[in-house]
């Protein structure tokens, strides 16, 4: 009885912390990601998002935004009318330079015409090359994380703005689907 006693509290603050990785690395998260986020704005969003209040604010440029996901390893931002920040953590299955997890951050910019960028970081906020974890197409592109799970679909493009014939003016989307497998998106 003594021993589950004494093990209780370790277990509640290991399970505490597993809890709350996402919100520490949002908290850590350096200004230069999103500089019209202050610190005061990525607390108010956790804050919010605890008391089950809308997780809105007004950032920097006098704009509002609003955090619409956030887990243990997800988090999802409508920064403005035309910009959306996702962030995912992974867990390596083999680690490489003592790195151990990874941040995955999706930028998608746009209201008609979309595009994204994706950007790797250690959980310490050091970027990682991208081709390290998967392969970006060459043209535009839209990346979205598929909810909580390590799916992440990117959505090429094939239109053109001013088509030499009719011909051309068809418009068609290609989805490519990537899994996270532990070291990479495939």
């Excluded at 005061?40 to 619409?68: C, P, W, Y």
């Excluded at 931002?77 to 490489?96: G, Q, V, Y």
């Excluded at 094939?158 to 998106?185: C, Y």
Aim: charged share 25%; aromatic share 8%; net charge negative.
């Amino acid at each position: 009885m003594r021993t589950v006693l004494l093990l209780l509290p370790l277990l509640t603050a290991l399970g505490a912390s597993s809890q709350t990785r996402m919100r520490e690395l949002f908290r850590q998260m350096p200004d230069s990601i999103v500089p019209y986020l202050t610190v005061n704005n990525r607390l108010d969003f956790i804050d919010f998002i605890d008391s089950h209040l809308k997780a809105e604010v007004q950032n920097a440029l006098d704009g509002r935004s609003r955090m619409t996901l956030l887990t243990d390893s997800a988090l999802s931002i409508t920064l403005n009318e035309a910009s959306l920040l996702d962030m995912r953590l992974f867990s390596l299955t083999e680690s490489a330079d003592s790195v151990r997890e990874v941040i995955c951050l999706v930028r998608t910019y746009g209201r008609e015409q979309q595009e994204s960028t994706v950007e790797f970081y250690q959980t310490d906020w050091l970027p990682l090359p991208v081709t390290r974890f998967m392969s970006l197409p060459h043209w535009m592109f839209t990346a979205k994380f598929d909810g909580d799970t390590p799916t992440l679909t990117l959505t090429l493009k094939n239109s053109f703005e001013r088509p030499a014939s009719e011909e051309q003016k068809t418009h068609e989307d290609v989805l490519i689907i990537l899994k996270w497998n532990g070291k990479n998106f495939k």
